[in-house]
């Protein structure tokens, strides 16, 4: 199926999905109206978020790529309002990556899992178009 994500810097180094955080845990909306995802990117403007690129995809990919970095997900249905919560992560995961000094390992090699999957995804969007 398929359905729209956001992304923030697309097509850059340092591309991140758009999540909404559960506890501890991350969950991707997936859209499945394209005009659903911009309206929710608008929203996130308006509450000083950087710029959102909506991103079409298949919905399978999406779900591989939580399952292998630990995420969540959930399909946002036409005619279902998705408004983003009142309060907002104060250092988003780019920021704090950029902060700490020292990563292990194992914290390098899964987060290049997740960008080669964001990657990998990018490169079959892009030849469908």
């Known amino acids: 199926m398929r359905v729209y994500i956001l992304l923030f810097n697309a097509g850059t180094d340092n591309e991140g999905v758009h999540t909404i955080q559960v506890g ?3 969950k991707i909306l997936m859209f499945a109206e394209e005009d659903d995802a911009v309206r929710f990117a608008l929203m996130l403007e308006a509450q ?3 710029e959102a690129t909506v991103e079409a995809i298949d919905s399978e ?3 591989v790529f939580c399952r292998k970095a630990g995420y969540d997900y959930e399909i946002i249905e036409p005619g279902n309002l998705a408004v983003p919560p ?3 992560v104060e250092t988003t995961d780019w920021d704090q990556e950029e902060e700490q000094q020292s990563i292990s390992n194992a914290e390098v090699e899964e987060s290049e899992l997740a960008q080669n999957e964001l990657d990998s995804i990018r490169r079959r969007l892009e030849g469908l178009l």
């Open 48 to 50: 000083d978020f950087p």
């Open 24 to 26: 501890d845990l991350n």
């Open 61 to 63: 990919e999406v779900e």
């Open 86 to 88: 009142d309060k907002n």
